[in-house]
């Protein structure tokens, strides 16, 4: 089992930055990508940014150039710093994560944090 939890949501003026984290903890060596999602009301979860094992990582076109995806192997923590934040950033972000074992793929998500950004 691997368990994550999210932190950094808030609320932020347009032009504003947030740093969401997400603390992994329980059998997380087996996991080989761990990336953010989010979900606006009305619409489907899509892909913020991702980031494999080996520090490979993939962007969604809207976070390109202002979101930019680290982390810190010593913490178990992923960070998603969010930079010139837009309206259309507003959604719940979830923390998610991916392991195999055995040949059998196992997913998991965070609770998820609010960002609302208005002014």
């Known amino acids: 089992q691997v368990q994550l939890v999210e932190s950094g949501g808030g609320l932020v003026q347009p032009g504003g930055s947030l740093r969401l984290s997400c603390a992994a903890s329980?059998?997380?060596?087996?996991?080989?990508?761990m990336g953010w999602y989010r979900q606006a009301p009305g619409k489907q979860r899509e892909l913020v940014a991702a980031?494999?094992?080996?520090?490979?990582?993939n962007y969604a076109d809207s976070s390109k150039g202002r979101f930019t995806l680290s982390s810190d192997n010593a913490k178990n923590t992923m960070y998603l710093q969010m930079n010139s934040l837009k309206p259309e950033d507003t959604a719940v972000y979830y923390c998610h994560a991916t392991r195999v074992v055995a040949g059998t793929r196992y997913i998991y998500w965070g609770q998820g944090t609010q960002v609302t950004v208005s002014s």
């Open positions: 980031i494999t094992s080996g520090g490979n990582t």
């Open positions: 329980g059998s997380i060596n087996s996991i080989y990508v």
